[in-house]
């Protein structure tokens, strides 16, 4: 097979919070051909699609409430789970989703919204890096 151009297998990025501010930057540098780009923000970016057409590159948008972390980490599993390993050259997760509560003193926060910020700067993390090493680590015992 000497010669012989074979296509390189993809490079596949999970992306949270990536609809506006910092993800959506990370986002724009991400999409290319060449790679699979899943954002999992509230809203889908219109922008990023037309961007991901423009350029031929693979790109997924969920819109996820990752409040709801334990909905959000099924919803991966069972995406990875349908992804063929032997067809991906690697898989980066990165969690950059947050949200921040008004800015003032601790005691002048409302339960509700530090309870809100917590779910998704700590607990959706941590289901989706769970779920993330889970599926990639068969991957790797399988390849």
Known sequence: ?????????????????????????????LLAPGR????????????LAQMA?????HLEQWS???ADSQE???????????LRSSELDSAT????AGVIPHIAPLGGIEAPDLANALRVGLEAPLALTS???RATGRWVQQG
């Open 1 to 29: 097979m000497a010669g012989m151009n074979l296509p390189t297998p993809p490079h596949l990025f999970i992306l949270t919070g990536a609809s506006r501010g910092m993800g959506l930057a990370m986002a724009r540098q």
């Open 36 to 47: 699979i780009l899943l954002c999992i923000s509230r809203r889908t970016s219109d922008e």
């Open 53 to 57: 057409a423009a350029q031929g590159a």
């Open 64 to 66: 996820q409430d990752l």
């Open 72 to 82: 959000a980490a099924d919803r991966l599993e069972r995406w990875l789970g349908s």
């Open 93 to 96: 997760l990165i969690n950059n």
């Open 131 to 133: 779920v993330f090493l």
